[in-house]
């Protein structure tokens, strides 16, 4: 699960037995292999709730007051493993392994002046729709990414900040921004159900030809990064698949490597 | 306990009738959504997934027998919703009647409000046991005759038919929630309700469908900010300036609306604090609050969080005055219950006549009553199994550890897929409604 060489300190015990070879729990006492027990359930909780997260979107009209339980929840998670450090490490680890290329272009999750077809914008937050256009004004008509907001709409979060200080990365913006942007996932599942999938109008794929519980249409209304614009098939299936899997993090993670790859091939041309 | 149910401790709970189908195949349409018996108790409606509302009518006491109180009979069966599409969100509307609340009778006619995700109906129900015969212009079968064969006068008469129960609907109130509805409740005054969706509550007038006042918005204006939502608000039963309307984070405001235009400010705050040593990462879905009830005497509020039903002094914001554990066993699984979305689970739960009994569902197609006078509690099954008439209910066990005792059931063998979502109690009598998945169970006590 991590690539090789790197050394898994005894705290970041959360991953599976079966994922790597290393031993993580250095000492026997009970003290510790609670701690890790602890936060392996809480990983396991995190994951959970950010697939319920994701596949509230899937629902024909998702049910606003669970989502905003699960965020809640997923946020106080989010604030504990802050505080004890957990977030930090797991953060790191991860940005290590989705760095194929030394020199990748640095990226947020502002979208707003690429014109991608086949990728959903995220911009179905509430203020953007009421205060804004409905697309940005260089944008061309068919083109869904109609963020008018310069900025990465991630600012809510209390725990963004201190990690973009603390890391000492060159990137260090890429796994504060896949993180903001799961916290921008979470703003999504509210903003979405408020004024809605405007972009559905423009859409190129007819839902309706799909279920409710056809998960790759459903996937269609998330943001690009979480699905790739590579992942209407398996991936995106292997993705919802189970809840236990702490690996469904840098899964998504990788798919939004697969993105970057896109826009970046798409930029240059 | 000495006695077998709550209403004191001589009350003995009786099955009486169930309504719907036996199989175990539950057609969606058919999932019962709401059940509310109406001001007299003489009518009993049921709204379900399908849009459809169904209302019982309880006959007369007969004379043969009597042991038994009258039973409910369906009534009137109509479409109160159906399926819309939104096109501006590319979304669907659920038909599914989330909410029916009768109005005081004020004349031959019953009204009911029914409402959807969306939309809230007003609905007249009423009789018609006798017709016009003997036009002097028209044939019976309502076409005119040929006035050339029209030589004498006489005027219609009214004659006896069989009884024919119509539903009309009076007023479509539309277009004024962007969220879910998920209260109606008719003020005091018979002039005005209030419906709620999670970020707003509107105020109605009955007879205008084009306007309401939206009194309370919870809205931020960066939805991203977004933590809580409105859960259930209701009407003070007596006091037409008062509702309460609760949240998702386990509070109950209380508002006065002449206070101000928007009651956004709270004139009440009720909230317990939270007990340290159950702190969990579920400990706020599990305070989110599915129903608020005021009592008949309007001095009481109950709550039902997923765990508990509560009990509140409106004169007293602090603290609840009575809390009844509904399935304490649950807390270990909460983890179980969360994956399985169980944890979302609303229940509602309602007062008895004299506010000295609450009632609230539970799983397992279990149901609980607490008697708050005599400090006692029960739980109940309805089950098909316990369903020969007249029978008496045998008390329900869960046994929560160690060695399960004979007729106990383990937390583990409970089916989660059963549950009791949506009871009702009559106004007067001991008469219960409890809704299964997809039945209408209704239960008496033994005369």
Known sequence: MFPKGTKRKFSDSREEPVAGGEDVNQSSSAAVRMLSSYSLQRQSLLDMSLIKLQLCHMLVEPNLCRSVLIANTVRQIQEEMTQDGTWQIMTQALTQSLSPHPDAPTHTIDLSDLPLNAVHHDSLRDGIWEDGPLTCPGCAEGNRLGVSSPSPPHTSLPTSPSQDSSSGHPRAQSPSAHLRSFEGEMANSLGYLTDLALDDIFEDIDTSMYDSSDIPSALASYPSWVCGVSSWGDEGLKMCSSYTSASTLQQCLTDLNDLDHIMEILVNS | ?447
């Not at chain 2, 007729?407 to 949506?422: G, M, P, T």
Request: aromatic share 10%.
């Open chain 2, 1 to 447: 306990m000495a006695g077998a149910g709550g209403g004191g401790n001589d009350v003995q709970w009786c099955f009486s009738q169930v309504k719907g189908a036996i199989d175990d195949d539950v057609a969606e349409a058919d999932i019962i959504s709401t059940v509310e018996f109406n001001h007299s108790g003489e009518l009993l409606a049921t709204g379900d997934k399908g849009g459809r509302v169904v209302i019982f009518q309880q006959e007369l006491e007969s004379k043969n027998q009597p042991q038994c109180r009258g039973e409910y009979n369906v009534y009137s069966t109509f479409q109160s919703h159906e399926p819309e599409f939104d096109y501006l969100k590319s979304l669907e509307i659920e038909e599914k009647i989330n909410k029916i609340r009768w109005l005081p009778q004020k004349n031959a006619a019953q009204f009911l409000l029914s409402t959807n995700d969306k939309t809230i109906k007003l609905w007249k129900i009423s009789e018609r046991d006798k017709r016009p015969e003997g036009y002097n212009l028209k044939e019976e079968d309502g076409r005119y005759r040929d006035p050339t064969t029209v030589t004498t006068l006489r005027v219609p008469v009214f004659q006896p038919m069989d009884l024919m129960v119509e539903a009309s609907p009076r007023r479509v109130f539309a277009n004024a929630h962007t969220y879910h509805i998920n209260s109606i409740s008719v003020n005091s005054d018979c002039e005005t309700y209030l419906s709620a969706d999670d970020l707003r509550i509107n105020l109605w007038n009955l007879e205008i469908t084009d306007r309401s006042f939206n009194i309370v918005d919870i809205k931020p204006a960066n939805m991203e900010e977004l933590t809580e939502v409105i859960t259930a608000a209701e009407f003070h039963p007596n006091q037409c300036n008062t509702f309460v309307y609760s949240s998702s984070k386990g509070t109950i405001r209380l508002c006065d609306m002449r206070a101000s235009a928007l009651c956004d400010q709270h004139s009440k705050l009720f909230e317990e604090p939270e007990d340290p040593s159950n702190r969990s990462f579920f400990s706020e879905i599990i305070s989110s609050i599915s129903d608020v009830k005021f009592s008949h005497s309007g001095r009481y509020m109950m709550t039902r969080d997923y765990l508990s039903v509560k009990i509140w002094d409106l004169n007293m914001e602090s603290r609840p005055v009575e809390t009844y554990q509904v399935h304490e066993y649950l807390r270990s699984k909460l983890c179980s219950l969360y994956e399985n979305d169980c944890i979302f689970d609303k229940f509602e739960c309602c007062w008895n006549g004299n506010d000295s009994v609450v009632m609230t569902g539970s799983y397992n197609n279990f149901f609980r009553m607490f008697d708050r006078g005599y400090r006692q509690d029960v739980t109940l099954e309805a089950s098909r199994e316990s369903s020969k008439p007249r029978s008496v209910l045998k008390p329900r066990k869960v046994c929560t550890g160690g060695k399960r005792k004979k007729d106990e059931i383990s937390v583990d063998s409970l089916d989660f897929n059963k549950k009791i979502l949506h009871t009702a109690w009559h106004p007067q009598d001991n008469i219960i409604a409890v809704a299964t998945t997809n039945n209408l169970y209704i239960f008496q006590d033994k005369l």
